[in-house]
């Protein structure tokens, strides 16, 4: 038996994994759903629903939009991701198990050669899905780095909020009620990030300034590509400045941006939005598990 876990809300697709509520199970038998349940998240953060899922002995993740320490976290537990899905849960998971699945009009299909979502293709596929900052709490970098300190390797609770060097607030867990769970060290965070809370004391605060190599990097000119509309179902209907997910040829979906499109190609940039930026963070340690 397959289970299939859909983050989930009012029946839709929730489309950010680290803040979603609950889970919906199906149990999946010969290429058919069995059964479905509500799985409830308990309000943890990113870093520990990996955790629950594999606890629940799930097999396959649908949701819509999860950053890159998400996705390392999940892939550490051996689930297969399929990001960028959108409308009805239940709509989702039989366009799974028939080998496509429509977001915004791209398909993700699971089974197929060239285009894929999922870990058995090949390729890349287009997931529409519409583009956050990534740093909602900076998860998504995926770097990982040898720390030392007190809190690494332990589970952590921490307010933040993230501000450009022109005092632009991009980012706070204090304006949304609740703050950001993750492992300290294990390439969950923008490694300045992690770096900063290493050593913090509960209830401790403190103030860094974060260059673009310890945040998201330089502009990397080797990951914006050209491809041709036809190469990639569903790219006819993208429109420039629109950020969407593709996979790479191991099933692991990553986000890229439109930057240029005409009558034949699709111009994507896989920098990270925030690549080449300073940022700055308050930070303040709030538990320790």
Same mark, same amino acid.
């Given at each position: $038996?397959?289970? @299939? ?13 680290? =803040?979603? #509520? ?14 479905? !349940? @509500?799985?409830?998240?308990?309000? %943890? ?24 320490? +998400? $996705?390392? %976290? ?8 399929? +990001?960028? +899905? ?13 080998? #496509? ?13 060239? &285009? ?5 293709? *090949?390729? &890349? ?35 933040? =909020? ?5 005092? !632009? ?25 992690? +770096? %900063?809370?290493?050593?913090? *004391? ?21 990951? @914006?590509?050209? $491809? ?41 940039? %896989?920098? &990270? ?8 963070? &308050? @930070? ?6």
């Amino acid at each position: $038996m397959k289970k @299939i876990a859909v983050t989930y809300e009012n029946g839709q697709v929730f489309q950010h994994f680290g =803040r979603t #509520e609950a889970f919906k199970i199906y149990e999946v038998l010969d290429g058919k759903i069995t059964g479905s !349940t @509500i799985l409830e998240s308990g309000g %943890a953060g990113h870093g520990a629903l990996a955790g629950l899922l594999a606890e629940n002995d799930i097999n396959v993740l649908i949701c819509g939009g999860l950053g890159g320490g +998400a $996705m390392a %976290a999940l892939e550490e537990q051996g689930i297969e991701i399929c +990001a960028g +899905a959108r409308g009805d849960t239940d709509a989702a998971v039989e366009a799974y198990l028939n080998g #496509e699945l429509e977001n915004a009009g791209a398909t993700c299909d699971h089974h197929g050669e060239g &285009h894929t979502c999922g870990d058995h293709g *090949e390729g &890349h596929s287009c997931g529409g899905h519409e583009g956050e900052s990534g740093c909602g709490g900076c998860q998504g970098c995926g770097a990982r780095s040898m720390l030392e300190g007190r809190n690494v390797g332990k589970t952590v609770k921490t307010h933040y =909020r993230g501000t450009f060097n022109d005092g !632009t607030q991009f980012d706070s867990s204090y304006d949304r009620g609740e703050p950001l769970e993750f492992v300290c060290g294990a390439g969950m965070m923008i490694p300045g990030f992690d +770096a %900063a809370v290493a050593d913090l *004391e509960v209830g401790q605060e403190i103030d860094v300034h974060l260059m673009p190599e310890e945040a998201y990097g330089m502009p990397d000119p080797q990951v @914006i590509f050209t $491809m041709e509309i036809a190469q990639l179902p569903g790219s006819e209907e993208l429109e420039v400045g629109q950020q969407v997910y593709l996979t790479n040829p191991y099933g692991q979906p990553f986000p890229v941006k439109v930057t240029a499109k005409d009558d034949t190609n699709i111009t994507l940039d %896989a920098n &990270h939005e925030m690549a080449g930026r300073e940022l700055n963070f &308050h @930070i303040e340690l709030v538990e320790v598990l």
